[in-house]
């Protein structure tokens, strides 16, 4: 049974700063590219970082320089570190695991993150 853990979200101030994690078990962790995706009401969900492993990270343009996602692979975590944050960070924070052959897409249950201006 595969399972993604998020765990880290909260409530923060305008400018503070949060890690997320996401634990994950039933995959072959090191073999799946792992993103976070994010959900602020009414928004449709969108891609926030991606980690291939042994690749290279990509990030929405609306985090870049502010958020790093790194992974574990002996731990099968990743992480989103988020600094400076903004009141338009307030979202539910999806965590994937995705592979290309053969074809998988899990996610995890989410955490929800706001940032009070």
């Known amino acids: 049974q595969v399972q993604l853990v998020e765990s880290g979200g909260g409530l923060v101030q305008a400018g503070g700063s949060l890690r997320l994690s996401c634990a994950a078990s039933?995959?072959?962790?090191?073999?799946?590219?792992m993103a976070w995706y994010r959900q602020a009401p009414g928004n449709q969900r969108e891609l926030v970082a991606t980690i291939p492993n042994g690749g290279s990270t990509n990030y929405a343009d609306s985090v870049k320089g502010r958020f790093t996602i790194s992974r574990d692979n002996a731990k099968n975590t990743v992480y989103l570190q988020m600094n400076s944050l903004k009141p338009e960070d307030t979202a539910v924070y999806y965590c994937n695991a995705g592979a290309q052959r053969p074809y998988r897409d899990y996610w995890g249950q989410g955490t929800q993150v706001t940032v009070s201006s």
């Open positions: 039933g995959i072959t962790f090191s073999v799946y590219t």
